[in-house]
């Protein structure tokens, strides 16, 4: 599986893929629906949990959506060294491109909390979907 968008940072590699969903999204209501699949994995040695996570969603008009929660669809991952998770969710946009980046807010197993930082990464209507709207 290709992951285009990759940040490694704090010994932790953050890898994302985006997808339209077709199906779901009415371009007549302004509404298109993107799917990312992102996938983390501890490249270090010390354990830690995923506690919380940020986003920041910028459609193509250039405004800017902040989202904030405790953990991933639901979950608070833990990672030891060479552990991955791989979860999906989706983010409605108003236009037909856009991108978010973020990060998530982390505890180490003494502790600590620290951040990892996302790749940004883009969102947007294959061109093979436009002649159909």
Sequence with gaps: ????????NNNFRVEVKTDF????????????????TILITNIGEVPAKLI????????GK????????????GQTPSF?????FEYS???PLPTMKGEMWG????????????KIDTPVFKFEVPLEFIDVY
């Design 1 to 8: 599986m290709i992951y285009p968008f990759v940040a490694l």
């Design 21 to 36: 969903d077709f199906d779901q999204s009415n371009p007549l209501q302004f509404h298109y629906l993107f799917r990312y």
């Design 52 to 59: 919380s996570r940020k986003w920041f969603i910028k459609d």
């Design 62 to 73: 250039g405004e800017i959506k902040l989202v904030e929660g405790p953990g991933v669809v």
């Design 80 to 84: 030891k060294s060479g552990d991955a």
């Design 89 to 91: 969710s989706f983010c």
């Design 103 to 114: 990060h998530f807010n982390m505890l180490d197993n003494q502790g600590k909390s620290f």
